[in-house]
């Protein structure tokens, strides 16, 4: 079994989820965030030692491993190896179905996440509480584990909503009407929801999404959005409403990967030039910033191929306490989606 590595998620610059919205930061910024970092980082380092994490990391390996092996299953195909992607303790070379689950596992990474990423102008205020953000989405099916920590008393966080979105195959985000996102006539995607969802924290502080791989669109890698709220009520149609945001940032994954999902169809219908992780942004000031920062999603195949579907996992590391307001400029209602500002 490979050690678990303490690594920092730097997500402090983030910058712009779309070209033209990029915010400058100022010093008094940065010097808070490499703060949090060094305090985040220490109290996570301290929680590696004590039974509670361990036991978490514990039940992590068994909870991860049922979950590939469950869907694996559903997909009814002989795999012959399950590649393991984004990890920096070892390379995994020849694993297969009969590997150990702690080698599997074992070295999945802990990030600490600074909560001062831009949420960009495509985050929807309110949400639906589901699991399952497929809707009629074609495009790579991804099954994520996400499991957070408070770094301050390394148990896990049982109260906190995670919210996730990403666009489809060809660049285009739901719920929203933009002459950045599509077509901006196209005022039915407000109603849309695709590749969008909530869900609350278990016990061990962990949600499971089933979703589709982003596609790209102009001068952003491939990538997924998020916010983590805290203190949040479930509104009667199923929605969340809070206005404690303990993180928003955003998590990518490995070039190589990417680029082989770009090769199937619907990717190929996608005709914008592909941003590499190394071009973009917000990849190389999280990178750039922290020699430890690592926001990457590790994973393994469902199939015998990408196309057969993706397993990725993460643990994160958060700091309950941080709180940060949620621009917007689009809302779900009961009347349906809605437009507060057009951009």
């Not at 869907?71 to 297969?96: E, F, M, Q, Y």
């Not at 150990?100 to 949400?127: M, R």
């Not at 148990?155 to 990403?166: C, K, M, V």
């Not at 901006?184 to 849309?192: F, I, P, R």
Request: hydrophobic residues 35%; glycine residues 8%; negative net charge.
């Amino acid at each position: 079994m490979h050690p678990a590595v303490l690594l920092v998620l730097t997500s402090a610059l983030l910058g712009t989820a779309h070209p033209g919205h990029h915010e400058e930061t100022h010093p008094s910024i940065l010097a808070s965030r490499h703060a949090h970092h060094g305090l985040a980082r220490r109290g996570l380092e301290a929680c590696s030692s004590t039974k509670v994490y361990r036991d978490l990391q514990a039940r992590a390996l068994v909870r991860r491993a049922d979950a590939i092996a469950y869907h694996r299953a559903i997909r009814k195909r002989a795999t012959d190896s399950a590649g393991v992607g984004h990890n920096l303790t070892s390379s995994h070379a020849g694993i297969d179905t009969s590997t150990p689950s702690a080698d599997l596992f074992g070295s999945n990474h802990t990030c600490i996440l600074d909560p001062e990423g831009e949420i960009g102008p495509f985050w929807v205020k309110g949400e639906h509480l589901r699991s399952d953000l497929r809707d009629d989405q074609e495009g790579v099916d991804v099954v994520l584990d996400g499991q957070f920590i408070d770094v301050e008393t390394c148990e896990p966080i049982t109260d906190l909503y995670w919210d996730l979105w990403n666009c489809n195959a060809t660049g285009v985000y739901s719920g929203v009407q933009s002459s950045m996102n599509g077509d901006v006539n196209d005022a039915s995607n407000l109603d849309k929801a695709f590749l969008r969802g909530i869900q609350k924290t278990d016990a061990d502080g962990v949600v499971q999404f089933t979703t589709k791989f982003p596609g790209h669109y102009d001068g952003r890698a491939t990538h997924h959005h998020m916010v983590a709220f805290l203190d949040a009520t479930v509104l009667p149609n199923n929605t969340l409403s809070s206005s404690h945001a303990a993180h928003i940032g955003q998590l990518f994954w490995d070039q190589d990967l990417i680029t082989e999902v770009e090769s199937l169809y619907p990717y190929t219908l996608n005709t914008v030039d592909v941003t590499l992780n190394a071009d973009d942004h917000v990849v190389t000031s999280q990178l750039g910033s922290n020699a430890d920062s690592d926001p990457f999603f590790d994973y393994a195949y469902l199939g015998d191929d990408v196309a057969d579907g993706l397993f990725g996992w993460i643990t994160i590391g958060v700091n309950r306490s941080a709180s940060y307001e949620t621009s917007y400029d689009f809302e779900l209602t009961e009347a349906g989606g809605s437009t507060i500002s057009f951009i």
